[in-house]
């Protein structure tokens, strides 16, 4: 089922262009990974669906219109941002950072058994966590916020690949359970073997909407696509 649809999205920065006229979709139970080299446009499109920056297009949560909706709105309706930088509430505990999101219908056994790592760093000050234990929990709080769709940007930046590599089987999980999930990520590898759908951007627009495992298995076409070769969507 189809929980999140972009068609024709288009995000300024300064009044340049920078998002131009992307379709996107996102699934329940699937992973859309969104590739693509330094300045093509990946952080910006979250950040335009997110409402962080304005954005325009059509943007459609769960059959329902949230274009031109503030912020905390789409947050409301299900669309949950995982921004980079890792940002948890340095003060507080791991536990007092799920607690912030924590949904009604939610519980903290479902960030734990996420990430059994947290367990026993849930009265520890999140500013002591570690990199990958901090990434854990930016991504264990947006679970029990109960959204419908994860958008994930960047999540191994600074990690080591062990890290990484359990980062990737946790936003795996997600999916499997029923979310959809988008993630933005830098490892392309590493993304489109967890993934089911792969958009690259070059330049602020789509150059490959297709199949994860088929792109993986073409290491070649993926380079081109990165490097701005003439090679397009399959």
Do not use: W
Request: charge should be neutral.
């Amino acid at each position: 089922m189809t929980l999140l649809e972009v068609k024709g999205l288009i995000v300024n920065r300064s009044g340049v262009p920078v998002v131009r006229g992307i379709d996107l979709v996102a699934r329940s139970g699937e992973i859309s990974v969104v590739l693509g080299s330094n300045g093509a446009g990946k952080t910006t499109t979250l950040e335009g669906l997110s409402g962080i920056i304005p954005a325009s297009g059509e943007i459609v949560l769960d059959n329902a219109s949230i274009a031109g909706a503030s912020a905390g709105k789409r947050a409301r309706a299900g669309l949950r941002h995982v921004e980079q930088g890792r940002t948890v509430f340095p003060e507080m505990t791991t536990e007092e950072n799920l607690k912030v999101a924590l949904h009604p219908d939610a519980s903290l056994g479902e960030a734990y058994e996420l990430f059994p790592e947290l367990v026993q760093r849930r009265d520890v000050k999140a500013g002591m966590l570690s990199g990958g234990e901090q990434q854990m929990l930016v991504i264990a709080r947006a679970l029990v916020g109960r959204p419908k769709v994860i958008m994930v940007d960047e999540m191994s930046s600074g990690l080591a690949p062990v890290v990484v590599n359990r980062l990737m089987s946790g936003v795996r999980k997600l999916a499997d359970g029923g979310m959809a999930v988008v993630l933005v990520e830098q490892f392309a590898t590493l993304a489109l073997g967890i993934g089911d759908r792969a958009y690259v951007l070059r330049r602020g627009q789509v150059v490959y909407d297709g199949g994860c495992a088929e792109l993986a298995r073409d290491p070649k076409r993926l380079h081109h696509l990165y490097l701005g070769d003439s090679v397009q969507a399959g």
